[in-house]
């Protein structure tokens, strides 16, 4: 007596080759019952094209990149290559901050060995000097900004506001975010009348780096870093003049006045 | 893979070595899996933009717990695990009481319409099935995971399984036999580009 388990295993290809067989001699004799069968198998087979169209879709890019510069972090993290010319020179200009006022950090000495949070400040770094000429990628354009909102209260636990930063002379052209060392990395980005790039990455920590040096103020970018009720947030834009330094100013008073304590 | 969980074991250094190893074969993989990730968020969530989304968040937790994943096991069974959590997540937050969804609204499926109407019919019954019903059958008989993998996914006894896709199939078949109503039927957007 075939039970209904026996079908649904004999339908899914889950028997062994002898336990197929006595199911297939007995359906023989039970042509009500092979009946039944043989439409549940047609129906399996036919099953196996829905989504098909979906399969065949492109990926979009923001998907792939998710996985590409995870996995860019990880091979850093882990030793598996030497960090590229590019990359250690973001790193060292992830590390550059301007010291005095405002609470920026500034110390005097560059660790060998960058811990966690700092290798998370030379990936938004990398980031930014790999695609800061011609815009950073957004995977929520400005009139997706609730989405994004809703985005980042859940990979970050917590609201964070966007600054208008029209006021400076940057139009907001959107946001995303990216995986890094096991966080999300919020990302805001805003453009210049020059065509020049702002971008606010920020990103959930327990504290700030130990150490951050200034390194170097020949790079053509200017950036700015600071830990603040649980997050750290990084400023960077390519470029640096008196407007960049009162704009950052003006992110930094903006999260101290309107970020909710985490 | 490079490496196992008896590996693992033999020592803290070698287990450094084997997991770093690991991580960086992986992500091709994951990758790959992703247009697996969109149909599966497709279907739950039922609308394009929302479902890429759930899949960024999952691949953003895979990624950061890729060293849970065990080499030699079902890497798509086990980002699926993660992709249900993220949608459970998402729900818990949106209804807090933690009901899922009972509405269904039709989906539609793509043009290329012209043969396999059999296929077709099978497709659009298909959509018409409430959400739990679609899940298992998307796992075991589209996506041909094992019995035991559906049942950690959906977070089910592996018997539980067993009778929902019983009761799904049987659901497919009743719908095969209902015409669908044109008033449920949703904008093709919504479900494909």
């Not at chain 1, 399996?44 to 998710?66: F, H, M, T």
């Not at chain 1, 990936?123 to 400005?142: C, E, L, M, R």
């Not at chain 2, 039709?106 to 396999?116: R, S």
Request: aromatic share 8%.
């Amino acid at each position: 007596m075939l039970s209904d388990d026996d079908i649904q295993d004999y339908i899914d290809g889950r028997l062994d080759p002898e336990a197929h067989a006595a199911v297939a001699l007995e359906l023989l004799a039970r042509r009500d019952l092979a009946a039944k069968v043989d439409t549940l198998r047609r129906q399996n087979e036919a099953l196996k094209v829905v989504g098909q169209e979906i399969l065949d879709e492109p990926i979009p890019e923001r998907l792939r990149s998710a996985v590409r510069q995870a996995a860019a972090a990880h091979a850093d993290a882990a030793g598996e290559r030497r960090l590229a010319p590019r990359l250690a020179l973001a790193a060292a200009i992830a590390l550059a901050c301007v010291a005095g006022g405002l609470g920026w950090f500034a110390n005097e000495l560059l660790r060998p060995r960058p811990d966690v949070q700092e290798l998370i400040v030379a990936d938004v770094a990398d980031a930014f000097a790999f695609y800061g000429s011609q815009g950073y990628p957004v995977d929520f354009p400005p009139e997706r900004t609730a989405d994004f909102a809703s985005w980042i209260d859940r990979s970050l636990e917590r609201q964070v506001p966007r600054p208008d930063l029209a006021p400076f002379g940057y139009d907001y052209h959107g946001g995303r975010l990216i995986p890094a060392e096991g966080v999300s990395i919020g990302v805001f980005q805003f453009a210049g009348a020059e065509n020049d790039r702002l971008v606010v990455f920020f990103w959930r920590a327990q504290a700030a780096p130990a150490q951050v040096e200034e390194l170097s103020r020949r790079t053509g970018i200017a950036a700015r870093f600071w830990h603040d009720g649980g997050l750290s947030f990084a400023v960077i834009s390519n470029a640096r003049n008196p407007v960049f330094d009162e704009t950052a100013n003006a992110v930094f008073s903006f999260f101290k006045t309107n970020l909710d304590s985490g | 893979m490079a490496a196992n969980g008896n590996q693992h074991a033999q020592g803290q250094g070698w287990q450094n070595v084997a997991v770093a190893r690991r991580t960086s074969e992986v992500f091709p993989l994951i990758e790959a899996e992703i247009p697996h990730l969109r149909r599966f968020a497709r279907y739950v969530v039922r609308d394009v933009d929302r479902a890429d989304d759930l899949v960024q968040e999952c691949l953003t937790r895979a990624i950061a717990k890729i060293h849970t994943w065990t080499p030699g096991t079902n890497l798509r069974a086990w980002l699926f695990v993660i992709l249900k959590n993220c949608h459970i997540n998402v729900v818990r937050r949106e209804r807090p009481s933690g009901e899922m969804p009972t509405d269904h609204p039709m989906l539609n499926v793509p043009a290329n319409q012209d043969a396999h109407i059999n296929l077709l019919e099978v497709r659009d019954a298909y959509l018409r099935l409430s959400e739990e019903h679609r899940e298992v059958l998307l796992l075991v008989a589209i996506e041909g995971l094992r019995y035991e993998e559906a049942a950690a996914i959906l977070k089910l006894p592996l018997g539980t399984v067993r009778s929902r896709l019983s009761r799904a199939r049987q659901a497919l078949r009743d719908a095969l036999e209902e015409p669908a109503p044109m008033s449920t039927i949703t904008p093709l957007s919504r479900v494909a580009r």
